[in-house]
């Protein structure tokens, strides 16, 4: 009798583990207007980058690879975008680098000359949470927390950069 009712809890426990994964799996991206959950970057530098201390102010997050040749298309305006921006204190751009090593990232972010923080996806934690598709991908988080805009794919300027950036802004 106890190894029968060892066996069915053991079963339902197993049949748990298996709802909560595929409701989880179900879980779509963030989508627009969506409140996206506070994450960490840590930069290649070691400077800690925590979203939930930047609260009042609009977050650029941009994935990249140093292996994306998208994503060279697109660095000199994410960089010239940040120049711009930059001294006004109520715009972030962080880079998150996606599934890449360290040499090579570094290498790239010199290549282009990337000045705004950059941190690698330790374990795709941060990816993963966007669900993003590949790289390059761009977020843009509003000065409430909420998800304001999205672009899959690189950008083609440095004004459709800042068109976006205004769009959240504003």
């Not at 962080?94 to 290549?111: F, H, I, M, N, S």
Request: hydrophobic share 45%.
């Amino acid at each position: 009798m106890w190894v029968v009712a060892a066996a069915f809890l053991a079963l339902a426990g197993f049949l748990a583990l298996i709802a909560w994964g595929l409701r989880r799996a179900q879980q779509g991206p963030i989508v627009i207007g969506q409140e996206v959950p506070a994450f960490s970057v840590t930069t290649f530098d070691g400077e800690a980058y925590h979203t939930a201390e930047m609260r009042g102010k609009v977050i650029v997050l941009n994935f990249w690879a140093s292996w994306c040749t998208p994503c060279e298309a697109e660095a000199a305006e994410l960089e010239q975008a940040w120049q711009l921006y930059r001294e006004r204190g109520d715009v972030v751009f962080l880079g998150v680098d996606y599934v890449d090593t360290e040499p090579e990232a570094r290498a790239y972010l010199e290549k282009f000359a990337i000045s705004y923080p950059n941190g690698p996806d330790l374990r795709t934690t941060i990816s993963q949470l966007f669900r993003i598709r590949g790289v390059p991908e761009t977020y843009i988080i509003d000065r409430e927390g909420r998800l304001a805009y999205q672009k899959i794919g690189p950008f083609t300027s440095l004004s459709e950069i800042q068109a976006a950036v205004e769009s959240v802004l504003n």
